[in-house]
């Protein structure tokens, strides 16, 4: 029998190497504890590594994500390490929680950006594992509940400096419309006073 491509390893067996290349993250951590305070330092150095990591592209695992990984298996043992079936099959997925995060970070440094564009640069952050692709309603829907949508991201500071610049502008137009009268009641004066002018005898 001809082995099977990856396209083709059974769903059980391609969890079970997820679990199990999450597992070896975190080894070092779970059988040798390390000191008080150095726990931290570790999780660094192995989220700098680069790794072949089963099911994905990405060559990293975040550091929020190690954290997840070693709670969940402390709390839960090994078989919590792998992949969760997914009861919401056929609906929208959730985003992860550092997903979701950076996501918001992005939206602050440049309300402006669409969601579109939050998404693409996620995809390309080697700092991110994701599971699979980002949805953008997924992201917008979550997003807007954050209260994050592209208006509402606008600090209070800067809404306050645009709603005073439009102000400004508005009394400037409406100084100019009155202005604009007023040379126009002085042409109509002017244009009398030389008709005026030309009628003497």
């Known amino acids: 029998m001809s082995p099977r491509t990856p396209s083709e390893t059974d769903p059980v067996d391609r969890n079970t190497e997820i679990a199990l290349f999450r597992y070896g993250l975190i080894a070092q951590l779970v059988h040798t504890p390390p000191e008080s ?6 999780l660094r150095e192995i989220a700098a590594r680069t790794y072949t990591i089963p099911g994905s592209t990405r060559t990293r695992v975040s550091l929020t994500t190690l954290r997840r990984y070693l709670k969940t298996y402390v709390a839960h043992g090994f078989d919590a390490l792998r992949p969760a079936g997914r009861a919401d ?4 997925r959730a985003i992860a929680p550092e997903v979701l995060a950076q996501a918001i970070t992005l939206r602050e440094e ?3 950006r669409t969601t579109q564009t939050i998404v693409d640069i996620l995809q390309r952050d080697p700092q991110l594992t994701l599971d699979q692709p ?3 309603h997924t992201l917008t829907t979550q997003l807007r509940q954050q209260g994050k949508t592209r208006l ?3 600090p209070p500071e800067r809404l306050q400096e645009l709603r005073r610049k439009s102000e400004e ?3 400037f137009r409406r100084a100019r419309a009155q202005v604009t009268v007023i040379c126009k009641q002085m042409l109509s004066v ?5 008709t005026l002018r030309r009628e003497e005898p």
Not at 89 to 92: H, P, Q
């Open 190 to 194: 002017i244009d009398r006073i030389e």
């Open 110 to 112: 440049q309300p402006a």
């Open 152 to 154: 509402k991201s606008i």
């Open 89 to 92: 099959a056929g609906t929208s």
């Open 37 to 42: 305070g150095q726990q931290e330092s570790l």
């Open 134 to 136: 980002i949805n953008v």
């Open 169 to 171: 502008y508005l009394r």
